[in-house]
């Protein structure tokens, strides 16, 4: 019995002794910077190809273009598309596209959004400052 209490002391002294292996090396700085670039390659690749096969939708068709959508609800919508020259008002909707309307006349385009000049805004320490005397 006392052999037997021995063996059973000594057997977590001599697993003590052993040394430890360290534990394996990650990939490093290097491989992180690898596996990012791998990542990005591979979406820019597959947009890339999804851009170049037929049906995906991303491609503009010849001739044909959106000049104006109005949302009439939820999921119905007014659309104006231009084909060869003219102009149409479609209602559109979940189920179906109906021709609404042929218009006379092309719509105007939209105007371009104007920008402030910087020169016209005030400085921004000048507007801090009036604030801050108002306040006090």
């Not at 273009?65 to 939820?74: H, K, S």
């Not at 105007?111 to 604030?131: G, T, V």
């Amino acid at each position: 019995m006392n052999l037997v209490l021995l063996l059973a002391a000594a057997a977590p002294a001599a697993q003590a002794a052993r040394p430890v292996a360290p534990p394996p090396a990650g990939p490093g700085l290097f491989g992180a910077f690898f596996a990012l670039a791998l990542v990005l390659g591979l979406i820019l690749g597959l947009a890339w190809l999804l851009k170049r096969l037929p049906g995906t939708g991303f491609r503009q068709v010849e001739g044909m273009r959106v000049v104006a959508q109005l949302a009439l609800g939820t999921k119905e919508r007014a659309v104006v598309v231009e084909v060869g020259g003219r102009q149409l008002l479609l209602g559109v909707t979940p189920g179906s596209v109906s021709l609404l309307q042929e218009l006379p006349e092309p719509l105007p385009p939209p105007e371009a959004p104007r920008l402030p000049n910087l020169k016209e805004l005030p400085n921004f320490a000048q507007l801090l400052s009036q604030r801050l005397r108002r306040n006090s």
